[in-house]
């Protein structure tokens, strides 16, 4: 940080950068005093993590802040510490505040945001049940009378980044719907730096895709002129070239310009496994028949969570929340689509065509109605869920 390095030993080149960087801060209307006077201020310095630090959905996760006196003789009573989060380049969100004995969380960080409190000079946020949305750089801003500093962290999550289009079609999402959708498949629509770690593990998707940011990018790892060219001219973004890349778009029309949308999910709080019935169900069926496992339907991002984070292989495709078919593949083998590993999809079937199975999903806590090996049916026959019966009728029978 340029205020660790010392008064009275800096070029005036970057005295010019100093005062430079204070005009940005007032112009975007947040207070940032940059002191260039010689001699002991007494300023204070903020340090914060170098990189990033790295969590998953319901973990437990300490964003770390220390500050310190360039004069010896300040003490840390009277200090304000200010947690923010950045949602855009010029936009802030309050997170925690504290002065004193007085704390404050603010929004959904009530309840889940304290100090760590290790120690005089410790301005680190504890962050507990970590969510999708937790996922950003944040500021940490130390104010002592006049005398401020901040320093940023990013938290990120370990996770999984998936393409998604609705029963619609290709290229139907505005900004905002792609948004949305991604939040009902348990989602939210993922970064560039995520959509760029997925294609250096091998994620390859020839259609174009809403992000986080407002662009449209889609990544490519076998270079093909459909998908941008084999040299990429014109239109690879990071990595591009005979090499592949993230093809970019750039930032487009939110509210006019459609595409699809790439997703991001984190850890899974509960269990997806497939149901085998004793018949296969249509999409009718299919919330009933996990609905008897104490479960629902699955979304889309849990079976992607289910298949990169707790390595759920099955080669049987089963119906999902949003009405598509899909099977995921750990262990790549001969008739179970292909010689990679990922979720395979059948697209979005007629809802009354008899599907095998489906993927449910059961949440942390949920009780567990039938033991394993176990489907639901009623004793003497007459159909399987999707008739007329009463399902709390329904007694457990083999498969």
């Known amino acids: 940080a340029p205020a660790a390095l010392g008064r009275g030993v800096l070029p ?15 112009q975007r209307g947040r207070k940032k005093v ?23 959905r319901g973990g437990t996760i300490v964003l770390p802040c220390r500050y310190h006196y360039e004069a010896a003789a300040h003490g840390h009573d009277g200090v304000r510490l200010k947690w923010t989060k950045v949602v855009d380049p010029l936009a802030f969100a309050d997170v925690f505040v504290a002065l004193g004995p007085q704390h404050r969380a603010f929004g959904s960080y009530r309840g889940r945001a304290e100090l760590q409190n290790d120690g005089p000079g410790d301005a680190s946020l504890v962050l507990r049940n970590v969510t999708l949305q937790d996922y950003g750089r944040y500021e940490c801003e130390v104010t002592n009378e006049l005398e401020d ?20 079609g290709r290229y139907k999402l ?82 006019e310009e459609r595409y699809d949308a790439f997703c991001f999910t984190s850890n899974l709080p ?28 699955a979304k889309v991002g849990q079976l992607f969570a289910a298949w990169k984070l707790q390595l759920l292989d099955r080669c049987t495709a089963g119906w999902l929340a949003d009405g598509s078919a899909r099977y995921p593949i750990v262990n790549p083998r ?45 004793a003497g026959g007459g159909g399987w869920a999707g008739g007329a019966r009463d399902p709390a009728a329904w007694t457990p029978l083999r498969v």
């Open 149 to 168: 500093d901040a320093g940023m962290v990013k938290l990120d999550l370990e996770g999984v980044v998936f393409p998604y289009h609705p029963r619609g």
């Open 270 to 297: 509960g269990r997806v496994f497939f149901l085998k019935p004793l018949r296969p169900v249509p999409f009718a069926g299919a919330a009933r028949a996990c609905a008897a496992r104490g479960a629902s339907v």
């Open 334 to 378: 001969a008739r179970c689509g292909g010689l990679r590993p990922g979720v395979r999809s059948l697209g979005f079937p007629d809802a009354s065509r008899r599907l095998f199975g489906v993927y449910c999903y059961r949440a942390p806590g949920a009780p567990d109605p039938a033991p394993g090996g176990w489907g639901w049916g009623w």
């Open 34 to 56: 940059v002191h260039v006077l010689e001699g002991e201020s007494g300023s204070v310095v903020v340090q914060t993590a170098p990189g990033q630090v790295v969590s998953h």
């Open 174 to 255: 505005t900004f905002a719907e792609a948004q949305r959708a991604c939040a009902e498949q348990d989602g939210i629509l993922a970064s560039a730096e995520q959509l760029h770690a997925a294609w250096r593990d091998g994620l390859d998707w020839c259609n174009a895709g809403w992000l986080r940011d407002g662009s449209v990018q889609y990544p490519v790892s076998q270079p093909r002129e459909p998908c941008g060219g084999l040299s990429g001219s014109g239109s690879a973004g990071a990595g591009g070239g005979a090499n592949g890349g993230v093809r970019n778009y750039g930032y487009r029309h939110n509210a």
């Open 12 to 26: 005036a080149a970057v005295w010019g950068i100093l005062l430079l960087t204070a005009s940005v801060e007032a």
